[in-house]
């Protein structure tokens, strides 16, 4: 059996921040008001000529880097971002072409729970191409939410994460879950542009290519599904989840991650959380936040480590990884 | 089957932190409570009422003027038309 094991990661963060502050002047709110409803202090919105694709590139070749690989070495990337550079081809194909990959290129939507999904499919995948694996969550939602959409526009946040998987001998992945409920499809969405609504000048004019949420429910259903996916991986591994060492949530609103934690016994010194700094960068906040970890040395060998996100969609998925993998049995 | 009034009110208080909380005062007048306050609620009554058929038109408040005790009467309702459907 081929395990994997994760050598590099990195990030992306474009330069320009938009504080709370900034943010409830345009809005006509409070600071404290913005701050209170989702813990965002800050946010990272992309400036121009920066891109989906731009972001990847940097925060893929900074994982690379640490990898000690170069784009020869990458048999598969996997970009996950629900704001791809352009309709068609797929972001991946950017990404490729700039950092010079030998291998496969593939996109994977799955919102917010992106990043994750492709993890889970990036270690089946090792198992029967053991060769280096590329892994980038990349979104710009400030670039798809109007202008004066208050409700995502306090969360959203632009950003990248990478990760490198490469194979191993140690057994990483102790347990997953993904999944998805597809009747949810209206809690966050972008009507047109695509075959149901294709645009014309009238989709333009109504606005239709913004997002829109609906909050209320996102979060009944952000908190409900993410208990859910945190205790079947959980269970599937046979850990309790006082034994987890780091938990790393989708950084969507720290409310929804407060909630999510009280209701798994998840308690606050085992959650590592940067959304007030970044706000929720979507298929990017998971990679980010665990390259931020290891920066900071919050994860050491041997450490239980549960990554678990949702996602429009509605989506969710979340692993249990042992950093530096456990001893398989022969 | 339902929390009476005092106790919805009690359970209001608990998810959103407000010391007090009038039941006839309409909610939009609660600087104290939010939506994500009644969302963690009712995700919590949810979770304990599986079958009480609640989601989250229960806070709907199209005209500004609903309050914790419209809210509890519309639980009655939900929870009772779920037990005549049951018969």
Redesign the interface.
């Known amino acids: 059996m081929t395990t994997f094991g994760i050598t590099g990661w990195g990030t992306a963060l474009p330069e320009r921040t938009l504080t709370s502050a900034e943010l409830g002047e345009r809005f006509g709110v409070d600071e404290q008001w913005i701050v209170s409803?989702c813990g965002i202090r800050e946010r990272r919105w992309v400036e121009d000529g920066q891109t989906t694709a731009s972001l990847a590139v940097d925060a893929g070749r900074a994982a690379m880097d640490r990898a000690g690989l170069t784009g020869e070495d990458i048999a598969h990337l996997i970009v996950a971002t629900a704001t791809p550079e352009q309709p068609s081809p797929a972001t991946s194909a950017f990404v490729h072409h700039e950092l010079g990959i030998s291998g496969s290129a593939h996109d994977v939507n799955a919102e917010c729970s992106g990043f994750v999904y492709a993890l889970i499919m990036a270690t089946a995948l090792m198992r029967i191409d053991p060769r280096p694996i590329l892994i980038i969550g990349s979104d710009t939602h400030s670039l798809t939410t109007a202008p004066d959409d208050r409700d995502l526009g306090i969360l959203v946040g632009d950003g990248a994460g990478a990760v490198v998987l490469t194979p191993g001998d140690g057994e990483w992945l102790l347990g997953w879950d993904m999944g998805a409920d597809g009747s949810r499809t209206n809690s966050l969405k972008v009507l047109a542009g695509g075959s149901r609504m294709p645009t014309t000048p009238q989709t333009v004019e109504d606005g239709l290519h913004f997002a829109t949420i609906n909050?209320?429910?996102i979060?009944?259903n952000a908190?409900?599904l993410t208990i859910g996916t945190v205790r079947r991986t959980l269970a599937s591994a046979g850990v309790d989840v006082s034994d987890v060492d780091v938990v790393i949530p989708h950084q969507a609103?720290i409310?929804i991650i407060n909630?999510i934690a009280s209701?798994t016994g998840i308690v606050d010194e085992q959650v590592f959380t940067n959304l007030e700094r970044y706000g929720n960068t979507a298929s990017a906040s998971i990679p980010i936040a665990l390259s931020e970890a290891l920066d900071a040395e919050r994860v050491s060998a041997g450490d239980l480590v549960l990554l678990a996100g949702f996602g429009a969609g509605m989506t969710w998925a979340s692993v249990l990884l042992r950093w530096g993998g456990a001893e398989v049995a022969a | 089957m339902i929390p009476t009034l005092e106790v919805l009110v009690e359970q209001m208080q608990a998810v959103s932190g407000a010391p007090s909380i009038d039941p006839d005062a309409p909610l939009v007048e609660l600087s104290e409570i939010d939506s994500m306050d009644l969302m963690e609620w009712l995700f919590s009554f949810q979770s304990s009422h599986p079958d009480a058929g609640v989601d989250a038109a229960v806070f709907d408040n199209e005209d500004g003027s609903l309050t914790i005790r419209t809210v509890h009467e519309r639980l009655e309702r939900a929870v009772s038309a779920d037990a005549v459907s049951e018969r």
């Open positions: 409803r909050g209320n429910e979060y009944l908190v409900r609103n409310r909630s209701h």
